[in-house]
T-cell receptor
Framework: AQSVSQHNHHVILSEAASLELGCNYS??????LFWYVQYPGQHLQLLLK??????LVKGIKGFEAEFIKSKFSFNLRKPSVQWSDTAEYFC???????????FGKGTRLSVIA | DADVTQTPRNRITKTGKRIMLECSQT?????MYWYRQDPGLGLRLIYY???????NKGEISDGYSVSRQAQAKFSLSLESAIPNQTALYFC?????????????FGPGTRLTVL
């Protein structure tokens, strides 16, 4: 079965530290990949998405992700985190245009001052 | 963002009660989804619907049923609630055409079954 895996359950960083959250997927076909963010007490919001083209995609709030097909990965990065980035981050991907998104289990990011 | 709304936002109920969670959207999307979120388990798909006449089971449909009353409305029912259905429930929508898979989420319903 197709799946999306996030390796880090909880990440704790100091402000200004760099962030990289891992995401791997298992599917050999064309993939569309997403990162969603859930701030405390809120619903999921789209951070960024990859459909095709440039494998380095930029999202909101300074986040970016790189699609590496050979590694089946779509890691999320941010050069310098802020306290307001404290949230849960979900990687997601479908297997085709006619299947719903499959979500990873999420990574909780805590940014401390 | 009020494009996808869910009612109620919070609900406490007792074991054995029937509960309905409602979702409405003004985005004009054909596709709608119900997920539940549990700590450490991420989002798991309960049911989804690609149009009014289409209903599909997701990963964890047991104990749940759905109704797609119109393009804009998709309800989730728990016929006889049990405590392990305590969770945060999200409705989501996506368009029929590209990008098919980008989903837009409602604010969530926090359900507690005692």
């Amino acid at each position: 079965a197709q799946s999306v895996s996030q390796h880090n359950h909880h990440v704790i960083l100091s402000e200004a530290a760099s962030l990289e959250l891992g995401c791997n997927y298992s599917y050999g076909g064309t993939v569309n990949l997403f990162w969603y963010v859930q701030y405390p007490g809120q619903h999921l919001q789209l951070l960024l998405k990859y459909f095709s083209g440039d494998p380095l995609v930029k999202g909101i709030k300074g986040f970016e992700a790189e699609f590496i097909k050979s590694k089946f990965s779509f890691n999320l990065r941010k050069p310098s985190v802020q306290w307001s980035d404290t949230a849960e981050y979900f990687c997601a991907g479908p297997v085709s245009g006619n299947t719903p998104l499959v979500f990873g289990k999420g990574t909780r990011l805590s940014v401390i001052a | 963002d009020a494009d996808v709304t869910q009612t109620p936002r919070n609900r406490i109920t007792k074991t054995g009660k029937r509960i309905m969670l409602e979702c409405s959207q003004t985005k004009g999307h054909d596709r709608m989804y119900w997920y539940r979120q549990d700590p450490g388990l991420g989002l798991r798909l309960i049911y989804y619907s690609f149009d009014v006449k289409d209903i599909n089971k997701g990963e964890i449909s047991d104990g749940y049923s759905v109704s797609r009353q119109a393009q804009a409305k998709f309800s989730l029912s728990l016929e006889s609630a049990i405590p392990n259905q305590t969770a945060l429930y999200f409705c989501a929508t996506s368009p029929q055409g590209p990008p098919y898979n980008e989903q837009f989420f409602g604010p969530g319903t926090r359900l507690t079954v005692l």
